[in-house]
């Protein structure tokens, strides 16, 4: 009976941890389990409002496409993979932001039905429960995104590009978003021919992804964004290479 109690307990935690998540800043089980055996973290939490515009919208650009429109699983995205490989083993593989940071949170890496049957979930009740931008903020300061203990776009920005996440520009992170499945083996900071490819068409799909991300923008930011859109543009670089950038 204890140990029921205690496998109900463990399964319930996630849930009554998430709605503290929307003003309580996070750490993965993965940093956690890095401290435990002595290894080395490196986090800075970072506003979403204070990354450079273009990481966000790349990185959804990236990893999850209909983010902004589906409710922490992308049903559609599942069902077209099911008919594409024709076994469902293969389309478990599929996995939104939401899901993503589900599992950094409170699950483990690795696959298997069980994680999934977990995830799945915990994903729903995370996009219930908090912003959509409040997630993303989250996954971008808990994902691992260096080989040796880099959390976060912080971390990474600083280990990649010796600058602020704030300062990135749009190839620097669509560069980031490409080394995001596997940051020990891809490289932002030496990125070979693979991560370079995949650089360029995150960046433009990148571009492309800011005009329909107006979900992952905070309430403040996006009232703030709204009233510089009312005052109208601002006056135009007119030197050679000069010009405004795009608004996220």
């Not at 070979?192 to 990148?206: D, F, K």
């Amino acid at each position: 009976m204890g140990i029921l109690v205690i496998i109900l307990l463990a399964l319930l935690l996630p849930y009554l941890l998430v709605p503290l998540y929307r003003v309580v800043n996070p750490v993965s089980t993965l940093m956690v389990w890095r401290w435990a055996h002595g290894m080395r973290v490196e986090r800075t939490f970072v506003p979403i409002g204070r990354m450079a515009p273009a990481l966000p919208s790349t990185v959804i650009a990236a990893e999850d496409g209909r983010y902004c429109r589906h409710r922490g699983i992308d049903w559609d995205e599942i069902r077209e993979r099911i008919e594409d490989v024709d076994d469902i083993g293969e389309a478990r593989g599929v996995s939104t932001i939401t899901q993503q940071t589900a599992k950094n949170l409170f699950l483990w890496p690795g696959r298997s039905f069980v994680r999934k049957a977990l995830e799945l979930p915990l994903a729903l009740w995370m996009d219930l429960i908090l912003p959509k931008w409040r997630v993303l903020e989250i996954y971008l300061n808990i994902a691992e995104w260096g080989p040796s203990g880099q959390f976060g776009a912080e971390a990474a920005s600083r280990y990649a590009f010796s600058k602020s996440a704030r300062s990135l520009s749009p190839r620097e992170a669509a560069l980031l978003a490409a080394v995001l499945p596997n940051p020990r083996r891809r490289s932002a900071r030496q990125p070979g021919p693979a991560v370079r490819r995949l650089a360029t068409i995150y960046e433009a799909r990148g571009i492309a992804q800011a005009a329909l991300a107006g979900c992952i923008r905070p309430a403040a930011l996006r009232a703030s964004l709204d009233q510089a859109l009312a005052r109208g543009p601002a006056p135009q670089n007119n030197r050679p290479g000069g010009g405004a950038s795009a608004p996220l």
